[in-house]
């Protein structure tokens, strides 16, 4: 998976881009199941998402996913449109 590893807590500090294309159904799929595994499994997932600085990842556990956003823990939010890929 592409992207410098970072800490779920750095992810406020960068400035979201959109990825080269709309969220694919591979996408979202994977967007529910990370929802899953972080709910009832407590495990984590690899999010790679773009900035304005390239892209970036986190090993972080999903709490939920809305229409525009990926919640993490600590009020913390990834817009779907900026993520590239998902890794478990």
């Known amino acids: 998976m592409i992207g410098d590893l970072i800490e779920k807590e ?7 881009l959109p990825a080269d294309l709309q969220p694919s159904e591979d996408i979202l799929n994977k967007l ?4 899953r595994l972080g709910n009832e499994f407590k495990s984590k997932a690899y999010i790679a998402f773009n900035t304005k ?3 970036k990842k986190v090993s972080t556990t999903v709490w939920s996913v809305t229409e525009k956003y990926l919640q993490l ?4 939010h990834v817009p779907i449109r900026s993520i590239v890929d998902i890794d478990f």
Not at 10 to 16: D, G, M, Q, S, W
């Open 32 to 35: 529910s199941y990370a929802q």
């Open 10 to 16: 750095e992810i406020n500090t960068y400035e979201f």
């Open 73 to 76: 823990k600590n009020n913390v």
């Open 53 to 55: 600085d390239g892209i």
